[in-house]
């Protein structure tokens, strides 16, 4: 467990680890004191579990159980870092300050939204890291969040009619930038839809590790039959799915012809994320025992009708940053947005599948937006620590033609 309880001789071992890559690097180092996240609902007006709720709680929810859970005093807190992405209604205004004060945090707290779509929450990460590293904070909450129950699509007349000098209104959407993926790149149906099923299973029998048990925080949101009650687990994850189920499904894009179907892409959903992030000197002068410091970060642009394939400059990019190569890396979460885009980005880049989503994927696991790059983040922290691994990576593809990267070392 995460917190003050610790042996001295392993904090004083912890200590000296992390001011030896303090001086290695010449920077301020940030560490990853703890991360949590709610469970992941769909995005459904008459089944999802979080239906009646609203965002802005929900990420409220994650700060002040982080808050109690590390026995944090809220004043002390620089800044708070909301990633949303469908910046309206609830998550309009700035949200994150509406978050703050919900969660408790004094009046005199900051608070600022960021939005870089899909990669928002692992953006409100990497900026939270750059704070500290200058000196210009010692401890930061971040959080990403999104409640897409009721969201539409936004209108393709947002677009400026010039952009179609570089992109297209069809790369607004996501299915066709992954069904342009599965023709580039000869990646069949059966392929995804097997990927689709391992994310579903691996999720499944991922329920029971105690990494997972401490990541997912119990929400009050409502059953199948409207009833109040604590959500424990992400709703979408089916330890029932099988080859058969997935094969009947009909192209959810293209007609008649496409690959891309619900099955084998990532729901619509509604959740929450967040972890608190210290300076090295901060957290041993407060006790606390940190998962992990992070070594590198980086953001890549690509044509947005590749949008899937942010991921493989980015980790190249950051790769580079951190001075390692990718045999270094023990585990790797990838946002699943869709199969195919997964299995593209893992030929392209040499990802093993061996390291790749081993506690399921966003197929599984559900994906909402600006919420998902914190929870990736946690679930790789947590199996990293679980299993002993030193280094870690998270990445995402991100719309209209991005992707974001984070290498994250363990501290103990």
């Known amino acids: 467990m995460v917190g003050k309880k610790n042996t001295l001789r392993a904090l004083r ?26 469970p ?13 709720s609203r965002a802005d709680e929900l990420a409220a929810h994650c700060l002040r159980e982080l808050i109690a859970r590390n026995d944090l005093d809220p004043a ?49 990460l990497h900026q939270a890291v750059y704070a500290i590293q200058v000196g210009a904070a010692d401890v930061q909450l971040v959080t990403g969040v999104e409640r897409m129950t009721g969201q539409q699509p936004p209108e393709q007349t947002v677009l400026h009619p010039r952009l179609s000098a570089v992109t297209s209104r069809d790369a607004l959407s996501m299915g066709h930038t992954a069904e342009f993926l599965a023709h580039r790149c000869c990646i069949s149906r059966a392929d995804q839809d097997a990927w689709a099923l391992r994310s579903h299973q691996r999720a499944s029998a991922a329920t029971s590790v105690q990494g997972l048990k401490q990541e997912i925080i119990a929400t009050p949101g409502l059953n199948d039959a409207g009833q109040a009650t604590l959500i424990r687990a992400d709703q979408g994850v089916r330890g029932d799915a099988s080859l058969v189920a997935l094969e009947k499904l009909a192209p959810a894009f293209v007609f008649p012809s496409g690959t891309v179907t619900a ?24 006790g606390y025992r940190a998962l992990a410091t992070v070594r590198a970060t980086a953001v890549a642009g690509i044509s947005p009708s590749e949008m899937g394939l942010g991921p493989v400059p980015a980790i190249e990019r950051v790769l580079s940053s951190a001075r390692l190569s990718l045999s270094d890396i023990a585990h790797i979460e990838l946002n699943e947005a869709f199969a195919v885009q997964t299995l593209a980005c893992m030929r392209q880049a040499n990802l093993s599948p061996e390291r790749l989503n ?26 990293m620590r679980d299993e002993g691994a030193r280094y870690g990576l998270a990445t995402m593809c991100v719309g209209q033609g991005q992707g974001v990267a984070t290498i994250f070392e363990n501290c103990n």
Not at 22 to 29: D, K, L, V
């Open 263 to 286: 099955g084998n892409s990532s729901p619509r959903s509604d959740g929450s994320a967040a972890l608190l992030i210290m300076s090295s000197e901060r957290a041993h002068s407060l």
């Open 40 to 52: 992941f609902g769909r995005a459904h007006e008459q089944k999802g579990c979080f239906r009646n």
């Open 358 to 383: 081993c506690r399921g994927g966003a197929i599984a696991i559900g994906h909402p937006l600006g919420g998902s790059g914190a929870r990736i983040a946690t679930t790789l922290l947590y199996r």
């Open 76 to 124: 002390i807190v620089d800044d708070v870092i909301v990633g949303a992405a469908l910046q309206n209604g609830e998550l309009s205004l700035n949200a994150a300050r509406q978050i703050a004060l919900l969660a408790g945090l004094p009046v005199t707290c900051p608070a600022v939204t960021v939005n870089r779509l899909c990669g928002s929450s692992l953006q409100a």
């Open 13 to 38: 071992y912890q200590q000296q680890k992390v001011r030896d890559a303090g001086m290695n690097s010449g920077q301020r180092i940030a560490v990853i004191v703890d991360g949590l996240r709610t």
